[in-house]
């Protein structure tokens, strides 16, 4: 596992996916001060790395979740990279909403999700796991059942974890924090006396950099 996020981290890298500022932060929606940036909505528009992530998407379903009957995608990112790995699987595909529809049926799951079916979600990107975990109980509540969910990116907070386990599901996800930043040093893309502080950053995100 450790050599796919290594390469899904290079990949992502390559095409500007993920980002490293140390000295001059991003500002997320949450107000937080970040050192990076992270729009997996870039894969999309590079054929090759959309391919390969698919691909390993696929192929950890097969290996840890063989027993999966749906794969379901996180609104609205992960829609589309659910969609693929669904394909290639031959499965069916559900999504989830942030929040339901405030016309029509109101829906919050969208696609026909039977109950008892065994479910795997993706999802592009996870912070503090809670939208992420928000999903995974919607399709609980609908009756499925969440055998784990995969994710492109984590930046693999204390917090996240935590979240995850107390809500008893497995995140495994292809390229994580930790990778970037070693991956980013030995390539030359960060400065070496920055790496504590880039450590740190992770370690209270809420309060780094005020």
Not at 151 to 174: M, W
Request: charged share 25%.
């Amino acid at each position: 596992m450790e050599d796919i996020q290594l390469e899904v981290t290079r990949r992502l890298l390559q095409i500007n996916t993920l980002k490293i500022q140390p000295s001059n932060p991003f500002t997320w929606a949450s107000g937080w001060k970040a050192p990076i940036y992270c729009d997996n909505r870039k894969v999309l528009s590079y054929p090759e790395t959309r391919t390969f992530i698919c691909k390993q998407f696929a192929k950890l379903v097969r290996e840890k979740y063989p027993q999966a009957e749906v794969i379901a995608g996180v609104a609205t990112g992960a829609i589309a990279h659910g969609v693929l790995v669904a394909e290639e699987l031959g499965l069916p595909f559900i999504y989830v909403r942030s929040k339901p529809k405030d016309h029509g049926l109101e829906n919050l799951i969208e696609g026909d999700l039977q109950t008892g079916k065994k479910v795997v979600i993706i999802e592009d990107l996870v912070s503090t796991g809670l939208s992420s975990l928000h999903a995974a109980s919607a399709i609980s509540n609908y009756g499925g059942d969440v055998l784990g969910m995969l994710a492109i990116f984590t930046y693999d907070f204390a917090t996240a974890r935590e979240n995850f386990k107390k809500a008893g599901v497995e995140l495994t996800a292809l390229s994580n924090y930790p990778t970037l930043i070693k991956l980013a040093v030995d390539e030359g893309e960060v400065d070496p006396g920055d790496v504590e502080r880039l450590k740190s950053w992770r370690d209270d995100p809420a309060n780094w950099g005020r």
